[in-house]
């Protein structure tokens, strides 16, 4: 199984991106999906996720009003819409599977598969 983020970038501040976040090799939707990023010398900090329905979401603060996810089981993907990107938006997004979430979770021992993350880049 495979986790493919992309979509990541450089962007001047109050720009926007779109990321992806494409399964590969699974055999059920039966997936909740997560956003996660790191900024370089920090640790890894939630951004939003989405439930298995599709009809939940969550989002950290910093992401309210300015990210939206949201899934097409039909295109194996999930997507996060960042708007009006700060510089502090700047660092690796990843993006994980957790089976079974029917709920919303940034609580990321539930996630069993990782991708390997799409660098966004934000200049002031």
């Known amino acids: 199984v495979q986790l493919q983020a992309s979509g990541g970038g450089e962007v001047q501040a109050g720009g926007s991106l779109r990321l992806s976040c494409v399964r590969s090799?699974?055999?059920?939707?039966?997936?909740?999906i997560g956003w996660f990023r790191q900024a370089p010398g920090t640790e890894r900090e939630g951004v939003s996720s989405i439930n298995v329905d599709g009809d939940k979401t969550y989002y950290e603060d910093f992401a309210k009003g300015r990210f939206t996810i949201s899934r097409d089981n039909a295109k194996n993907a999930v997507y996060l819409q960042m708007n009006s990107l700060k510089p502090e938006d700047t660092g690796i997004y990843f993006c994980?599977?957790?089976?079974?979430?029917?709920?919303?979770?940034?609580?990321?021992?539930?996630?069993?598969?990782w991708g390997q993350g799409t660098l966004v880049t934000v200049s002031s």
């Open positions: 090799g699974f055999t059920s939707d039966y997936y909740g």
């Open positions: 994980a599977a957790g089976w079974g979430l029917v709920e919303p979770t940034m609580l990321d021992h539930l996630y069993d598969y």
